[in-house]
């Protein structure tokens, strides 16, 4: 059959080319409309994460700073550019960004909050990723506690510090510092000069061996009628009490006679 002796099949052409047509239309005016001058940003408004007040990080200096990075206008600018160029700026842990129309960006900014310092230098936040940032500034709340470890250990450790951070409360003392060793073995030093020796996670679970020195504490302090130095938790069925001499001499190959209390 002549396709131009088909009404219908001539109708339905003609309605493709006309929609075509109409979009193209539609696209360029777009197109034109999105680049005039209306559309430049002009305004970025920086706020707090809603639920994470800001401590460190300033708007107007972080606005000055990131500013000059962002591209395009309204319709054109890359979030996940602006998002990641914000992020790299120093305390930004996390950075979420939309349009405002006609012509902004609202920012809202997420500060890492600082556990701990790194062995390294650098500081730990409070979901165990490292970051760095100014010491003086991550300490105005007082001397953070000290972690070092293997490295992409930094979760798991700043996880162990919060278990038995809550173990030895009892006590009322808080952890210094906690440290994995290459091979896996713990150790813990207290605020009150306590040092613990916890071992590798085998046989009976770390907190169960440093809950069970926390309840043993006052009747081996009275016995003792001084601070423990060194306590060895690395048994199955007690702990051992050392002094730093002791401990000093093990490590130098000599004999080390511990106190062994079941």
């Given at each position: 059959?002549?396709?131009?002796?088909?009404?219908?099949?001539l109708?339905t052409?003609?309605?493709?080319?006309?929609?075509?047509?109409?979009?193209?239309?539609?696209?360029?005016?777009?197109?034109?409309?999105?680049?005039r001058?209306?559309?430049?940003?002009?305004?970025v408004?920086?706020r707090?994460?809603?639920?994470?007040?800001?401590?460190?990080?300033?708007?107007?200096?972080?606005?000055?700073?990131?500013?000059?990075?962002?591209?395009?206008n309204f319709?054109?600018?890359d979030?996940?550019?602006?998002?990641?160029t914000?992020?790299?700026?120093?305390?930004v842990?996390?950075?979420?960004?939309?349009?405002?129309?006609?012509?902004?960006?609202?920012?809202?900014?997420?500060?890492h909050?600082?556990?701990?310092?790194?062995?390294?230098?650098?500081?730990?936040?409070t979901?165990?990723?490292?970051?760095?940032?100014?010491?003086?500034?991550?300490?105005?709340?007082?001397?953070?506690?000290?972690?070092?470890?293997?490295?992409?250990?930094?979760?798991?450790?700043?996880r162990?510090?919060?278990?038995?951070?809550?173990?030895?409360?009892?006590?009322?003392?808080?952890?210094?510092a906690?440290s994995?060793?290459?091979?896996?073995?713990?150790?813990?030093?207290?605020d009150?000069?306590?040092?613990?020796l916890?071992?590798?996670?085998q046989?009976?679970?770390i907190?169960?061996?440093v809950?069970?020195?926390?309840?043993?504490?006052p009747?081996?302090?009275?016995?003792?009628?001084?601070?423990?130095?060194?306590?060895?938790l690395?048994?199955?069925?007690?702990?051992?009490?050392?002094?730093l001499?002791?401990?000093a001499?093990?490590?130098?190959?000599?004999?080390?006679?511990p106190?062994?209390t079941?």
């Amino acid at each position: 059959m002549n396709l131009w002796h088909d009404a219908r099949a001539l109708n339905t052409l003609a309605n493709a080319v006309l929609a075509a047509t109409l979009l193209a239309t539609l696209a360029a005016a777009a197109w034109w409309l999105s680049q005039r001058p209306w559309f430049t940003l002009r305004t970025v408004t920086i706020r707090a994460a809603e639920g994470h007040p800001l401590r460190h990080v300033s708007p107007p200096l972080l606005r000055g700073a990131v500013m000059r990075e962002v591209r395009g206008n309204f319709f054109a600018a890359d979030l996940g550019a602006v998002r990641a160029t914000f992020e790299t700026v120093s305390w930004v842990r996390r950075a979420s960004v939309r349009r405002v129309w006609p012509d902004g960006l609202e920012v809202a900014i997420e500060e890492h909050r600082p556990l701990a310092l790194w062995d390294d230098g650098r500081l730990v936040n409070t979901f165990g990723e490292l970051f760095a940032a100014n010491l003086g500034e991550a300490e105005e709340d007082g001397e953070l506690p000290q972690f070092s470890g293997p490295e992409d250990s930094a979760l798991q450790v700043a996880r162990r510090y919060a278990e038995l951070r809550e173990t030895v409360a009892p006590l009322r003392v808080q952890p210094e510092a906690l440290s994995l060793s290459p091979r896996h073995a713990w150790t813990l030093r207290l605020d009150d000069g306590t040092t613990l020796l916890l071992g590798r996670d085998q046989g009976m679970p770390i907190e169960r061996r440093v809950a069970r020195w926390v309840e043993a504490y006052p009747q081996v302090v009275a016995s003792l009628n001084r601070r423990a130095e060194v306590i060895d938790l690395r048994y199955p069925n007690g702990f051992a009490i050392r002094s730093l001499a002791q401990l000093a001499e093990a490590g130098a190959g000599g004999p080390a006679t511990p106190q062994r209390t079941d």
